[in-house]
């Protein structure tokens, strides 16, 4: 059952990461806030596995892979898109370079662990990267041109941060295979706000306003996104092909969409409502199982 519900789960969750980033851009700093959520939901996650009693890893040489790994695969990832955003790359065009990495994960899947696309599955990737393309079309055409120099430095770092999730992703299979993941989960917060503090410290106000819509926000990215979305991201990555589970990333700018109209009025554009007929086929052929298997 949490086979068949987990994808479905993930994708809703892992969306509201995009809508709780829009509230809390409005009450904190970006690295301050993440620091923030770092921190607590390192603290949930012992706390949780102390109750449950999981077991932590008896290799000190484990453990760090773990903290390593969520170095790139929360740390950098995050910090270098909300800074880009908060920088002035479009949410279209950083949306656009988000959805390159089931491309750059099936093909680093591919490489260096050996997985096998069928011509199905690359369909289903290509189909999934254009159906997100046609989806935020509008926003790409109102980039200036004259200020796409002024925002060369933040689409790098957005384009880093992409690249730092994909890496995260292929290391996670390749190393932490074995292991329970809710420790796994918990030190890989501690490589996370390695990244984050330090960022927050030397480059920021650390201003954070504590009101009731920060603090609701901050709820949610702890336990909805942290340790929900997070949680069954790694239970995905161990449990199916690392393509597989990238792949899903596709469904979630066309439902942030949908998110967003709801939350803040945002409209819904026939690009929007074709793209995502596009990308939900192609998620489809990515994730189906070849005939005999």
Known sequence: MLDRLAPAV???LWSTGWIAAGYAAIHSEPFTFLAWRYGLSFLAFAALCIVAGARWPRDWRQALKAVYSGIFLHGLYLAGLWWAVARGVPAGLSGIIAA????????????LL?????RLQKLGLALGFLGIAIAISPKLTAIDPGNLGQTAVPLVVNLLGMVSVTYGTVY???HLQVGDIRTIATLQYVGALL???PL???TERL????SWPAILTMLWSIFGLSMGAIGLLLYLIRRGQVSKAASLIYLVPPLVAVEAAIAFGEPLTLPMIVGTVIVVIG?????RRPIGR
């Open 10 to 12: 993930f994708v809703f």
């Open 114 to 118: 050996g997985e096998r696309l069928s």
């Open 207 to 210: 201003h954070f306003d504590g």
């Open 283 to 287: 998620v489809y052929f990515t994730n």
């Open 200 to 202: 927050a410290l030397f």
């Open 100 to 111: 390159l990495q089931p491309l750059l994960t099936a093909v680093a899947a591919a490489s």
């Open 172 to 174: 996670q299979k390749q």
């Open 195 to 197: 990244v984050t503090a």
